[in-house]
């Protein structure tokens, strides 16, 4: 969306709301662009070791009762 620069001072609560539900907001001056009004960075999760910067999914049967069975055994724990 294009807006000029004193329909932007008019109307700057509405289109921060336009910005903050991920949309772009162009600042015009006599019909040339001269600002983008785009939604601010998030915070950054810290993510350290070999996940850094990936997704991370557990695998199939990660909570299968035959692997529940087998990390009781590797570490002498009673089963359930």
Same mark, same amino acid.
């Given at each position: =969306?294009? *807006?000029?620069?004193?329909? #932007?001072? %008019? +109307? !700057?609560?509405?289109?921060? %709301?336009? *910005?903050?539900?991920? @949309?772009?907001?162009? *600042? #015009?001056?006599?019909? +040339? &662009? *001269? %600002?983008? =009004?785009? &939604? %601010? $960075?998030? &915070? +950054?999760?810290?993510?350290? @070791? @070999?996940?850094?910067?990936? &997704? /991370?999914? =557990? @695998?199939?049967? !990660?909570? $299968?009762?035959? $692997?529940?069975?087998? !990390?009781?055994?590797? /570490?002498?724990?009673? +089963?359930?």
């Amino acid at each position: =969306m294009q *807006v000029s620069v004193h329909e #932007a001072k %008019a +109307k !700057f609560s509405e289109l921060l %709301a336009t *910005v903050e539900s991920g @949309g772009e907001v162009v *600042v #015009a001056r006599h019909k +040339k &662009p *001269v %600002a983008r =009004m785009v &939604p %601010a $960075a998030g &915070p +950054k999760v810290a993510r350290i @070791g @070999g996940l850094a910067g990936r &997704p /991370f999914q =557990m @695998g199939r049967g !990660f909570d $299968a009762a035959s $692997a529940n069975e087998v !990390f009781a055994d590797d /570490f002498g724990v009673g +089963k359930a």
